[in-house]
């Protein structure tokens, strides 16, 4: 076990919690990536991991953050991805402040306002934003019923594949796809 004293940077002793949060996320997102089976075995202690942490708004803004651009820019993490966004909406639920919840949904809407730009300068965004958002839709109600399900997240998932319709290349239509599959 290393010290401070001994040979390793003095850098790591000082991190926030925001950045060891999110350096013990971005391991669990790739291992997950990597190996998908191993969801329940990894995620859930990292989660009793976080319990402490969750209190600040800056650690669950970060978290929240890193989970959106994972499941927008990595198709093998999306579906995980949004389970776990699933899995942190139950175990630190709305009422709780800050409410992971709206936190992501902040982070969600801030990529869904970018929406026209990157129909026209970054196809690949918008589509991994809206199958994304699908896998989201769809984990919410799994995990926590139908009604549970966050209706602005439907309706910006409907906006999304509306604009991709607009520009119907082959990328675009199969998204589309993939995003109704999804549901």
Request: with cysteine.
């Amino acid at each position: 076990q290393a010290t401070p004293d001994q040979d390793c940077p003095s850098t790591y002793y000082n991190l926030s919690p925001a950045q060891q949060a999110a350096g013990d996320l971005i391991e669990v997102m790739h291992r997950v990536t990597v190996s998908p089976g191993c969801f329940d075995d990894l995620v859930k202690p990292f989660i009793e991991s976080l319990s402490s942490l969750l209190v600040d708004k800056e650690t669950v803004e970060t978290l929240a953050d890193i989970i959106v651009e994972q499941s927008i820019t990595e198709p093998n993490f999306r579906y995980n991805g949004a389970r776990l966004c699933s899995f942190l909406n139950s175990k630190f639920p709305a009422g709780v402040d800050p409410s992971f919840r709206k936190i992501l949904l902040y982070r969600c809407a801030s990529e869904h306002d970018q929406m026209v730009n990157y129909l026209h300068n970054d196809p690949a965004r918008l589509q991994g934003l809206g199958l994304f958002l699908s896998e989201l839709y769809v984990q919410l109600g799994i995990s926590q019923g139908i009604d549970e399900r966050i209706a602005i997240l439907g309706m910006a998932v409907y906006d999304i594949l509306k604009q991709l319709i607009t520009v119907p290349t082959s990328d675009n239509i199969k998204c589309v796809c993939q995003a109704l599959k999804a549901s």
